[in-house]
């Protein structure tokens, strides 16, 4: 699972995936967007990693998680390259899931 923003919302996602359910075997890629709180979930929880960059987050996920400011969605998903395969979910209340499914082209499942 990758995390594409690392803000309070992907925190507390991020916690409860690794901290709610250990039974579940799920690697996590972060952003590096917020140095500090992307090093504090690695100390805290071994499978988490820093992704390098935002792309390298998509590289090594199957579900995406966007996190992003409804300001900076357009910016930083038009930057990145989404695979067919991959399943976005989007934490943005005021982006529609119309504009997601274009911004992640060719992904085309969004929730």
Same mark, same amino acid.
Request: aromatic share 4%; proline share 5%; hydrophobic share 40%.
């Given at each position: 699972?990758?995390?594409?923003?690392?803000? &309070?919302?992907?925190?507390?996602?991020?916690?409860?995936?690794? %901290?709610? &359910?250990?039974?579940?075997?799920?690697?996590?890629?972060?952003?590096?967007?917020?140095?500090?709180?992307?090093?504090?979930?690695?100390?805290?929880?071994?499978?988490?990693?820093?992704?390098?960059?935002?792309?390298?987050?998509?590289?090594?996920?199957?579900?995406?998680?966007?996190?992003?400011?409804?300001?900076?969605?357009? %910016?930083?998903?038009?930057?990145?390259?989404?695979?067919?395969?991959? %399943?976005?979910?989007?934490?943005?209340?005021?982006?529609?899931?119309?504009?997601?499914?274009?911004?992640?082209?060719?992904?085309?499942?969004?929730?």
């Amino acid at each position: 699972v990758g995390f594409v923003g690392t803000g &309070t919302i992907a925190e507390a996602v991020v916690t409860g995936l690794c %901290k709610g &359910t250990p039974e579940l075997d799920v690697s996590v890629t972060i952003s590096p967007r917020n140095a500090a709180r992307a090093q504090r979930l690695t100390e805290r929880y071994p499978q988490v990693e820093i992704g390098l960059d935002n792309q390298e987050v998509l590289d090594r996920s199957d579900i995406i998680c966007i996190a992003v400011t409804p300001d900076r969605v357009e %910016k930083i998903l038009s930057e990145l390259t989404f695979r067919p395969d991959q %399943k976005i979910v989007s934490f943005i209340s005021t982006t529609t899931l119309q504009e997601l499914r274009a911004l992640c082209s060719p992904a085309s499942e969004v929730f």
